[in-house]
């Protein structure tokens, strides 16, 4: 598989046989997704976790007048908020699955809005946590507005913790706009989950500041892959 970034929590993921996009906000400066992947033969699905604008861009519902063999997967949030019209695309609900020949999906909760998904594809096992994470914002809320923040972060990551004790990998929000203590809601996902890399999202202009998680990866044999700019890629 090769993972590209593309930009803000929008990743592109590349299998032998089909493709997947998920939260497309922004191409890379090279155009790579309509350069490349919508110029592919293969199968493409599109998968968006919510209806904020910068994790679902309505560009992508014009992809299939140029590609015919896509399919969206979005959550049902995204239909609520009347951004796309029933016939777009499957809505996943939480806890609702789809599965083919070549992916499984299964949508979590989100401490924002929409959903977090759970995808099975090719032998790997992903997770794309959308906008769950513990968004404390300590340093400008009340102890209660903390403590609330905190216990639905930890009620969501139990229903998913439920199902799933090991990933290959998860792509989750590490936000320094958070302040301090931005990087807690990472570190209890990979304390909870046994992660096996780690890759940052929603970090926006602060890739210098991410990086500085990865000790704390170590420490939980979770490798941290900090891929900072549009276009940069691993291969697993």
């Given at each position: 598989?090769?993972?590209?970034?593309?930009?803000?929590?929008?990743f592109?993921?590349?299998?032998?046989?089909?493709?997947?996009?998920?939260?497309?906000f922004?191409?890379?400066d090279?155009?790579?997704?309509?350069?490349v992947l919508?110029?592919?033969?293969?199968?493409?699905y599109?998968?968006?976790?919510h209806?904020h604008h910068?994790?679902?861009?309505?560009?992508?519902?014009?992809?299939?007048?140029?590609?015919?063999?896509i399919?969206y997967?979005f959550s049902?949030?995204?239909?609520?908020?009347e951004l796309?019209?029933?016939?777009?695309?499957i809505?996943?609900n939480?806890?609702?699955?789809y599965?083919?020949?070549?992916?499984?999906?299964?949508a979590y909760?989100?401490?924002?809005?929409g959903?977090?998904?759970?995808?099975k594809?090719?032998?790997?096992?992903?997770?794309?946590a959308?906008d769950?994470n513990?968004?404390?914002w300590?340093?400008?809320?009340t102890?209660?507005?903390?403590?609330?923040?905190?216990?639905?972060?930890?009620?969501?990551?139990s229903?998913?913790?439920?199902?799933?004790?090991?990933?290959?990998l998860?792509?989750?929000?590490?936000?320094?706009?958070?302040?301090?203590?931005?990087?807690?809601?990472?570190?209890?996902?990979i304390?909870?989950?046994?992660?096996?890399?780690?890759?940052?999202?929603?970090f926006?202009?602060?890739?210098?500041k991410v990086?500085?998680?990865e000790?704390i990866?170590?420490?939980?044999?979770?490798?941290?892959?900090?891929?900072?700019?549009?276009?940069?890629?691993?291969?697993?």
């Open positions: 598989m090769k993972l590209t970034y593309l930009y803000h929590s929008g592109s993921l590349e299998f032998d046989s089909f493709s997947i996009i998920i939260d497309f922004e191409d890379t090279t155009e790579y997704v309509r350069n919508l110029s592919s033969s293969k199968p493409l599109v998968l968006s976790t209806s910068d994790h679902f861009n309505r560009e992508i519902l014009t992809w299939k007048h140029r590609k015919g063999n399919t997967i049902k949030e995204i239909l609520d908020s796309a019209n029933q016939n777009d695309a809505y996943l939480k806890f609702d699955e599965k083919d020949e070549f992916i499984q999906i299964k909760g989100s401490t924002d809005a959903a977090s998904f759970a995808i594809a090719g032998n790997l096992k992903l997770f794309h959308g769950l513990n968004w404390h300590n340093e400008e809320s102890a209660e507005e903390i403590k609330e923040a905190e216990d639905h972060y930890k009620f969501e990551l229903q998913v913790a439920n199902d799933i004790r090991h990933l290959d998860a792509m989750f929000p590490i936000d320094p706009r958070l302040g301090k203590g931005f990087m807690k809601g990472a570190t209890q996902f304390k909870t989950i046994q992660t096996d890399r780690l890759i940052p999202m929603h926006t202009s602060y890739p210098s990086k500085s998680f000790a990866a170590k420490e939980h044999n979770c490798e941290y892959i900090c891929l900072v700019k549009k276009g940069d890629f691993i291969t697993l």
